[in-house]
């Protein structure tokens, strides 16, 4: 049992204080990743995407761990430290290319494919023991996802989907409003769902498009005599 033990030790031979300095070393680095992760996952988490605390915090760590090991398994007489940490970005973009979806004639996920490829970076620099680099970068990321998206919906710049519910009495009389208010909007109406609960009936269709015109397309619909009343939601695939 203690020669199968060292036999398996043989690629790492290094005194025990120098194990005792690597371990140390890399609990450090494992957890600024873990925590900066963390970071970038809670917006995420908290604006309800995909890829959240979880996946972001364990990404982090993931990308810091292999940087760590890239050297490690390398040994000290192998100039190529960092081929083991050079497949992270292939990995990392076979994982982001399964957060990208579409559907009805548009994209969604890019943003968290992006944030996903972003945290990795983070996690290898945390892993080099660039700790500074790290946190700025983790700053530029999360004011870049918040203050940058709400100065785009503030300017009227992004366009974003939204779930439309009409309810009323007369389904024909709705749709025909709906179709009117679309026509001068310039918008084309597509994707309609009809269906009925009793006597109320309900139309529901989905748009994307600026603010300023969901909120014109909003006022518009709300004043027509056939809604009765009008609902919206976002649409849980918008990035």
């Known amino acids: 049992?203690?020669?199968?033990?060292?036999?398996?030790?043989?690629?790492?031979?290094?005194?025990?204080?120098?194990?005792?300095?690597?371990?140390?070393?890399?609990?450090?680095?494992?957890?600024?990743?873990?925590?900066?992760?963390?970071?970038?996952?809670?917006?995420?988490?908290?604006?309800?995407?995909?890829?959240?605390?979880?996946?972001?915090?364990?990404?982090?760590?993931?990308?810091?761990?292999?940087?760590?090991?890239?050297?490690v398994l390398a040994g000290d007489g192998n100039p190529d430290k960092g081929r083991v940490?050079?497949?992270?970005?292939?990995?990392?973009?076979?994982?982001?290319?399964?957060?990208?979806?579409?559907?009805?004639?548009?994209?969604?996920?890019?943003?968290?494919?992006?944030?996903?490829?972003?945290?990795?970076?983070?996690?290898?620099?945390c892993g080099a023991g660039l700790y500074a680099a790290a946190v700025v970068a983790t700053i530029i990321v999360i004011v870049a996802l918040e203050a940058v998206g709400f100065l785009e919906r503030t300017a009227n710049l992004k366009i974003y989907p939204l779930m439309y519910e009409a309810r009323g009495r007369d389904q024909t009389q709705m749709l025909s409003s709906i179709l009117d208010a679309m026509d001068k909007a310039g918008e084309r109406l597509t994707s309609v769902e009809r269906d009925a609960i009793g006597e109320l009936q309900r139309v529901s269709f989905a748009l994307t498009a600026t603010k300023k015109q969901h909120e014109l397309l909003s006022k518009k619909l709300r004043g027509e005599p056939a809604i009765a009343a009008l609902l919206t939601f976002r649409d849980p695939e918008e990035d």
Request: glycine fraction near 10%; aromatic fraction near 8%; proline fraction near 1%.
């Open 85 to 125: 940490a050079s497949n992270i970005v292939q990995g990392i973009g076979f994982l982001g290319a399964g957060l990208i979806i579409h559907n009805r004639s548009r994209v969604s996920g890019l943003t968290s494919a992006a944030s996903v490829f972003v945290v990795a970076s983070i996690g290898m620099a």
């Open 1 to 71: 049992m203690t020669t199968l033990l060292a036999q398996f030790a043989q690629p790492f031979d290094f005194d025990r204080l120098q194990q005792i300095n690597v371990v140390n070393g890399a609990v450090g680095r494992l957890l600024v990743a873990c925590l900066l992760g963390a970071f970038v996952g809670l917006q995420r988490e908290v604006k309800r995407k995909a890829a959240g605390l979880r996946t972001n915090l364990l990404i982090c760590m993931g990308a810091a761990f292999f940087t760590l090991l890239s050297a």
